[in-house]
């Protein structure tokens, strides 16, 4: 609904601008200028800017585009009846003057709205190039006196204005002190066009200044927030409302408001030239702004600045629970990990504390039968070799899950490796303890590694380095393999980073085509929440 709409309008635009295009063209063509197409052509596109920039300015700016409009029409009245010729001139005047209301917001805005008009209906006026200098002179002035006085969101209309005004009144001047200074004539032409270029110049400024009102500012304020800082907000809040001296406080569990910085924001006293908008969430007091008298005299722009605020505050509200869930999410996978190596230890204990124990005492009974000759000594023979490989087998398993020289510190560990590796391997590093997780997963990104050569690299030789920096722990295994390890291809490499990854480490793979293996393990020695 709301798209057809907008499409409505905009045809509706296109149709007026077309409407003006064709009133303006028969209008130049029935002036005496048609057959100097230097003369008619450059007014034709005046007027239609003056028109089209009208009609472009958003509806919640009326008045601007309203006289936009007025200003087109009086330019093409001018050509058509001379007595009219510089009304255009009046309507941009009221417009830079009450920008972006209608009425002037003073008796001396008034006054300065009611002498555009005159000045611009009275054509001697416009014969004197004195004049025109103090008509050029007098308007800057009355836009600089707007903006010494404005305060808020005015001091920003006042200043968009003043810019406009001080390009007008330029050409003005140049002009007239042109025309002054070559009185033959051969400057005419040329200020003409300077001044048409400074109309269309003032129209398009204006349409660009006021094409966002302030309260649509404020929410795309919150958009661009993102990452900013704290304090970031009253900046930005201060800078789109004109007020300097603006402040944000918020509630704190204690009833008092404080700043960014911790520091107290008090509510200004009656008369302080201060006011105190309170800002409230969930229909309870939520934060407090404290600004100029002048700054807050829209609804809109309340309505606008509250909910900038409880958005900006939303979003820094949950970007803390983010980062709260984060750790906790950290410190539970931490916890499944010692969980596992927990449940790992005592399967490994009740291995060899009940299963290994009960094969190793049949094999006594074996020995025992074969010594007494109460079986066939092939049958007895037979059975101690199934329970032999039982054993081993057995054993494997139980160092595979977690080994009991871990205990001891991991070099001894990493030596019990080394020494079941059929994998010839060189081993160095200090000899020292360290926190039981970190050994635990220092182990396991060996003897995973290992387990990989040894499966799949066709390696000869292997290398296990252990070096300690001041806050990591650092284990680099190396093969001679054919390489081309891909971690995509199988559990044990994607095991083996989760592991790394879940104790806050890194975990490196430089695998290249016939060129070996190497893993790099960077384990932190003291924890840190991510």
């Given at each position: 609904?709301?798209?057809?709409?907008?499409?409505?309008?905009?045809?509706?635009?296109?149709?007026?601008?077309?409407?003006?295009?064709?009133?303006?063209?028969?209008?130049?063509?029935?002036?005496?200028?048609?057959?100097?197409?230097?003369?008619?052509?450059?007014?034709?596109?005046?007027?239609?800017?003056?028109?089209?920039?009208?009609?472009?300015?958003?509806?919640?700016?009326?008045?601007?585009?309203?006289?936009?409009?007025?200003?087109?029409?009086?330019?093409?009245?001018?050509?058509?009846?001379?007595?009219?010729?510089?009304?255009?001139?009046g309507v941009i005047v009221h417009l830079l003057?009450?920008?972006?209301?209608?009425?002037?917001?003073?008796?001396?805005?008034?006054?300065?709205?009611?002498?555009?008009?005159?000045?611009?209906?009275?054509?001697?006026?416009?014969?004197?190039?004195?004049?025109?200098?103090?008509?050029?002179?007098?308007?800057?002035?009355?836009?600089?006196?707007?903006?010494?006085?404005?305060?808020?969101?005015?001091?920003?209309?006042?200043?968009?204005?003043?810019?406009?005004?001080?390009?007008?009144?330029?050409?003005?001047?140049?002009?007239?002190?042109?025309?002054?200074l070559f009185p033959s004539g051969a400057v005419?032409?040329?200020?003409?066009?300077?001044?048409?270029?400074?109309?269309?110049?003032?129209?398009?400024?204006?349409?660009?200044?006021?094409?966002?009102?302030?309260?649509?500012?404020?929410?795309?304020?919150?958009?661009?927030?993102?990452?900013?800082?704290?304090?970031?907000?009253?900046?930005?809040?201060?800078?789109?409302?004109?007020?300097?001296?603006?402040?944000?406080?918020?509630?704190?569990?204690?009833?008092?408001?404080?700043?960014?910085?911790?520091?107290?924001?008090?509510?200004?006293?009656?008369?302080?030239?201060?006011?105190?908008?309170?800002?409230?969430?969930?229909?309870?007091?939520?934060?407090?702004?404290?600004?100029?008298?002048?700054?807050?005299?829209?609804?809109?722009?309340?309505?606008?600045?509250?909910?900038?605020?409880?958005?900006?505050?939303?979003?820094?509200?949950?970007?803390?629970?983010?980062?709260?869930?984060?750790?906790?999410?950290?410190?539970?996978?931490?916890?499944?990990?010692?969980?596992?190596?927990?449940?790992?230890?005592?399967?490994?204990?009740?291995?060899?504390?009940?299963?290994?124990?009960?094969?190793?005492?049949?094999?006594?009974?074996?020995?025992?039968?074969?010594?007494?000759?109460?079986?066939?000594?092939?049958?007895?023979?037979?059975?101690?070799?199934?329970?032999?490989?039982?054993?081993?087998?057995?054993?494997?398993?139980?160092?595979?899950?977690?080994?009991?020289?871990?205990?001891?510190?991991?070099?001894?560990?990493?030596?019990?490796?080394?020494?079941?590796?059929?994998?010839?391997?060189?081993?160095?590093?200090?000899?020292?303890?360290?926190?039981?997780?970190?050994?635990?997963?220092?182990?396991?990104?060996?003897?995973?590694?290992?387990?990989?050569?040894?499966?799949?690299?066709?390696?000869?030789?292997?290398?296990?380095?252990?070096?300690?920096?001041?806050?990591?722990?650092?284990?680099?295994?190396?093969?001679?393999?054919?390489?081309?390890?891909?971690?995509?291809?199988?559990?044990g490499l994607r095991g083996m980073a989760d592991?790394?990854?879940?104790?806050?480490?890194?975990?490196?793979?430089?695998?290249?085509?016939?060129?070996?293996?190497?893993?790099?393990?960077?384990?932190?020695?003291?924890?840190?929440?991510?």
């Amino acid at each position: 609904m709301q798209d057809r709409a907008a499409d409505a309008g905009q045809a509706a635009r296109w149709g007026a601008l077309v409407v003006a295009a064709a009133a303006g063209l028969a209008i130049e063509r029935g002036s005496d200028s048609w057959s100097e197409p230097v003369l008619w052509v450059p007014d034709l596109l005046v007027g239609l800017v003056l028109v089209g920039a009208g009609l472009v300015v958003p509806r919640e700016q009326p008045a601007i585009g309203t006289l936009l409009g007025l200003a087109g029409a009086a330019w093409f009245l001018g050509t058509l009846w001379p007595a009219a010729l510089f009304l255009h001139v009046g309507v941009i005047v009221h417009l830079l003057v009450t920008a972006p209301a209608w009425r002037p917001r003073s008796p001396l805005d008034a006054a300065a709205v009611v002498a555009g008009y005159g000045a611009a209906l009275s054509m001697p006026w416009w014969q004197s190039d004195v004049a025109v200098v103090a008509v050029a002179l007098g308007l800057v002035a009355a836009l600089a006196r707007g903006l010494v006085r404005a305060r808020g969101t005015a001091r920003r209309h006042r200043l968009v204005a003043l810019r406009a005004g001080a390009g007008l009144a330029s050409a003005l001047l140049v002009g007239a002190v042109a025309r002054m200074l070559f009185p033959s004539g051969a400057v005419v032409l040329p200020a003409l066009l300077l001044y048409e270029l400074a109309v269309c110049a003032v129209a398009v400024g204006l349409v660009l200044a006021f094409r966002h009102p302030v309260a649509a500012r404020l929410t795309d304020l919150v958009v661009e927030l993102g990452d900013a800082r704290s304090g970031t907000l009253r900046d930005a809040l201060a800078s789109t409302l004109g007020d300097p001296s603006l402040e944000v406080g918020h509630l704190t569990p204690g009833g008092q408001y404080v700043d960014a910085q911790g520091a107290r924001v008090h509510v200004p006293t009656p008369g302080a030239g201060r006011t105190a908008t309170l800002v409230e969430r969930d229909g309870r007091p939520f934060a407090l702004l404290v600004h100029d008298d002048a700054v807050l005299d829209e609804p809109a722009l309340v309505a606008a600045v509250a909910a900038a605020t409880r958005l900006a505050e939303s979003h820094a509200t949950l970007r803390v629970d983010v980062g709260a869930r984060l750790v906790e999410l950290d410190a539970s996978r931490r916890r499944l990990l010692l969980a596992a190596d927990e449940e790992q230890a005592r399967l490994e204990r009740r291995l060899r504390g009940g299963a290994e124990r009960r094969l190793e005492s049949l094999e006594a009974l074996l020995a025992a039968a074969a010594a007494a000759s109460v079986a066939p000594a092939e049958h007895v023979d037979r059975a101690r070799r199934e329970l032999a490989h039982t054993l081993d087998d057995l054993r494997t398993l139980a160092q595979g899950l977690r080994p009991r020289e871990l205990d001891q510190g991991l070099r001894g560990a990493l030596l019990a490796l080394a020494g079941r590796s059929p994998l010839p391997l060189d081993l160095s590093g200090p000899d020292e303890r360290y926190d039981p997780d970190v050994e635990a997963t220092a182990w396991f990104v060996c003897a995973e590694a290992v387990a990989n050569a040894v499966k799949h690299s066709a390696a000869t030789r292997a290398s296990i380095v252990v070096s300690r920096r001041p806050d990591d722990l650092v284990v680099t295994v190396a093969d001679d393999g054919d390489g081309g390890a891909d971690p995509s291809r199988g559990t044990g490499l994607r095991g083996m980073a989760d592991r790394v990854d879940a104790s806050g480490g890194s975990l490196r793979l430089v695998s290249p085509t016939a060129g070996g293996t190497q893993v790099t393990a960077e384990l932190p020695l003291c924890r840190h929440p991510r």
